[in-house]
């Protein structure tokens, strides 16, 4: 028993980070019928600002802050405006396939300016465990897990609760009604990819103590964000929380339990049998298209 709540914990915690990827998967489809591709290498990339940014001197904090910043402008303004504006006019295939090669581009690039080596990455607490119920959890585990709950319960109420949040969720709902609205459809989508930004630098900060910070990082994160994306449904952001979750603990519970020979290949039995039966996610909802 002691050991199934140690890895429960530990599942929680790395699906925690895998719905806060996954959810910017869905907020960038909903708004822009964005899908990206590079969303592995978005997570990667925060880590190495604030490496950077602590090779230069700064302490920790101001080093994270400056990391989220940069994410938020990199990865949220520029990334729009540059790539996505430009490519979303020739269809959704296109852009797809830009940002297949900009998750190349920033993975190759990563590598050979910065390091190829695994880089240490400092942690948010000490090395600490935490016992109960017979069981030891690492205190990281549940501070990745609290602060991405913060962070989910934070956007919850952005979303819900506040007037901007109504107006994004129109937005993504129908667009031509919003701007008839009079709701400013362009700047709202603009909102999503700065919360985008926000949510993969999130996940950087609390991946990177455990993988270490290196350039392959985005391969197999963005994979396991854009699969539990699919299992909760694309469209729901509860989808992608959901999904996220259920990948991160089923993952470590089938590597001690069953096999860790193919702990890799459980995503994509999940993945195959919701297709199967659910094509649209766990919580997504169907979606009729004029053909």
Same mark, same amino acid.
């Given at each position: 028993?002691?050991?199934?709540?140690?890895?429960?914990?530990?599942?929680?915690?790395?699906?925690?980070?895998?719905?806060?990827?996954?959810?910017?998967?869905?907020?960038?489809?909903?708004?822009?019928?964005?899908?990206?591709?590079?969303?592995?290498?978005?997570?990667?990339?925060?880590?190495?600002?604030?490496?950077?940014?602590?090779?230069? %001197? !700064?302490?920790?904090? /101001?080093?994270?802050?400056?990391?989220? &910043?940069? =994410? #938020?402008?990199?990865?949220?303004? *520029?990334?729009?405006?540059?790539?996505?504006?430009?490519?979303?006019?020739?269809?959704?295939?296109?852009?797809?396939?830009?940002?297949?090669?900009?998750?190349?581009?920033?993975?190759?690039?990563?590598?050979?300016?910065?390091?190829?080596?695994?880089?240490?990455?400092?942690?948010?607490?000490?090395?600490?465990?935490?016992?109960?119920? %017979? !069981?030891?959890?690492? /205190?990281?585990?549940?501070?990745?897990? &609290?602060? =991405? #709950?913060?962070?989910?319960?934070? *956007?919850?109420?952005?979303?819900?609760?506040?007037?901007?949040?109504?107006?994004?969720?129109?937005?993504?709902?129908?667009?031509?009604?919003?701007?008839?609205?009079?709701?400013?459809?362009?700047?709202?989508?603009?909102?999503?990819?700065?919360?985008?930004?926000?949510?993969?630098?999130?996940?950087?900060?609390?991946?990177?103590?455990?993988?270490?910070?290196?350039?392959?990082?985005?391969?197999?994160?963005?994979?396991? =964000?854009?699969?539990?994306?699919?299992?909760?449904?694309?469209?729901?952001?509860?989808?992608?929380?959901?999904?996220?979750?259920?990948?991160?603990?089923?993952?470590?519970?089938?590597?001690?339990?069953?096999?860790?020979?193919?702990?890799?290949?459980?995503?994509?039995?999940?993945?195959?049998?919701?297709?199967?039966?659910?094509?649209?996610?766990?919580?997504?909802?169907?979606?009729?298209?004029?053909?």
């Amino acid at each position: 028993m002691s050991s199934f709540i140690q890895l429960l914990v530990s599942g929680l915690a790395t699906g925690a980070i895998y719905a806060l990827i996954a959810i910017g998967f869905t907020l960038l489809w909903q708004t822009s019928q964005t899908i990206n591709f590079a969303q592995g290498e978005f997570v990667m990339l925060p880590a190495f600002f604030v490496l950077a940014a602590m090779n230069m %001197g !700064a302490p920790y904090w /101001l080093a994270a802050l400056i990391g989220i &910043a940069l =994410a #938020v402008l990199i990865l949220g303004v *520029l990334f729009k405006a540059i790539i996505v504006d430009p490519m979303i006019k020739h269809g959704v295939l296109p852009l797809v396939i830009t940002t297949i090669a900009l998750s190349l581009f920033l993975k190759e690039s990563v590598k050979d300016f910065y390091s190829s080596q695994a880089q240490p990455f400092p942690a948010l607490v000490a090395p600490r465990d935490l016992h109960f119920f %017979g !069981a030891v959890v690492s /205190l990281q585990s549940v501070v990745v897990l &609290a602060v =991405a #709950v913060v962070t989910v319960i934070a *956007l919850h109420l952005l979303l819900n609760k506040t007037r901007l949040g109504r107006c994004m969720q129109a937005t993504a709902q129908n667009p031509t009604v919003a701007r008839i609205l009079g709701i400013p459809v362009g700047r709202m989508v603009l909102y999503t990819f700065l919360i985008n930004g926000a949510l993969v630098a999130i996940a950087s900060l609390l991946i990177s103590p455990i993988y270490l910070a290196k350039f392959t990082n985005g391969e197999a994160l963005g994979m396991a =964000a854009f699969i539990a994306a699919i299992i909760g449904g694309f469209n729901q952001v509860r989808g992608a929380i959901l999904g996220g979750i259920i990948l991160g603990v089923l993952d470590n519970l089938s590597a001690a339990y069953l096999s860790s020979a193919y702990r890799g290949a459980f995503p994509l039995v999940i993945l195959i049998a919701v297709i199967l039966f659910r094509p649209q996610g766990l919580l997504g909802r169907a979606e009729e298209r004029a053909v």
